[in-house]
């Protein structure tokens, strides 16, 4: 990740931070049962819960630490909650932060399932949807983009259910350029850098399909949040690199 891409996200997440409902530190529990289940219980009262989706990732992980040190209780959204190998380092956060409230509840979640993310947003006052696909490079290019969809779309319907009110996408600058129209441009031609006025139109299933399924994921919040009339404050942050 650069730096400027590292620091505008954590500045989005601040300014998310800063119209959350303030939080009452709560004593820490267990994430996760040994069968895989969350202890959480089925509702939680709006007391700082924050959903981070692809909670084990690299991003994420830096973001919970910044909940962390705020106070809030996590709900992180995982693929195998018993995988502990996974998760450890956040269990260690949680305990490194345990004095200033720091909770962390884990959910199974299936990216490419409907409804994914209900249970994990119950009760919670914000959304970072920060889980993407990995797919093999021999895989049905389809799939990588029915994920992308499908799992913003969760998250979007998941946060509209629980009356979340602050919601942050990690989309990338892939979703943005390159365009048909400025790609043959030499450098001395081009007035302007890309910006989130351009969207990416020369990708396609079969060229630069990440590139391609971050488009239409991107495509759809835009269509999606146009059909409801807006129902929650949506950013969205374009990552250049991550690694």
């Known amino acids: 990740m650069t730096h400027s891409t590292a620091g505008g996200l954590l ?42 989706t692809g909670a084990t990732g690299w991003v994420a992980g830096h973001i919970i630490e910044v909940l ?6 996590v709900h992180g959204t995982v693929r195998n909650a018993t995988a502990t190998h996974k998760h450890q380092h956040l269990l260690d956060l949680e305990t490194k932060y345990h004095a200033k409230g720091a909770q962390l509840h884990l959910f199974n979640a299936d990216l490419f399932a409907k409804n994914a993310y209900d249970a994990a947003a119950k009760g919670c006052v ?23 969809v499908q799992g913003t779309l969760s ?42 006025t351009d969207t990416n139109n020369y990708a396609h299933l079969h060229l630069n399909t990440y590139s391609y399924s971050k488009t239409i994921a991107e495509k759809k919040t835009n ?12 950013a969205t942050t374009h990552f250049a690199m991550a690694w």
């Open 223 to 234: 269509e999606w949040m146009a059909l409801h009339d807006n129902p929650f404050r949506l």
């Open 126 to 148: 914000a959304f970072l949807h920060v889980a993407s696909v990995v797919v093999k490079e021999d895989a049905d290019p389809q799939v990588q983009v029915d994920g992308a």
């Open 11 to 52: 500045r989005l997440l601040f300014f998310v931070l800063l119209h959350l409902t303030p939080v009452t530190p709560m004593t820490p529990v267990t994430p996760v049962t040994e069968d895989g289940h969350t202890t959480a219980p089925a509702t939680l009262a709006a007391d700082g819960c924050v959903v981070v």
């Open 68 to 73: 962390f040190s705020k106070g809030y209780t």
């Open 155 to 196: 998250a979007l319907e998941a946060s509209q259910k629980a009356n979340i009110q602050h919601v942050v996408v990690t989309s990338s600058v892939a979703a943005l350029s390159p365009t048909t129209t400025r790609l043959p441009m030499k450098l001395s031609e081009c007035d302007r850098a890309y910006d989130t």
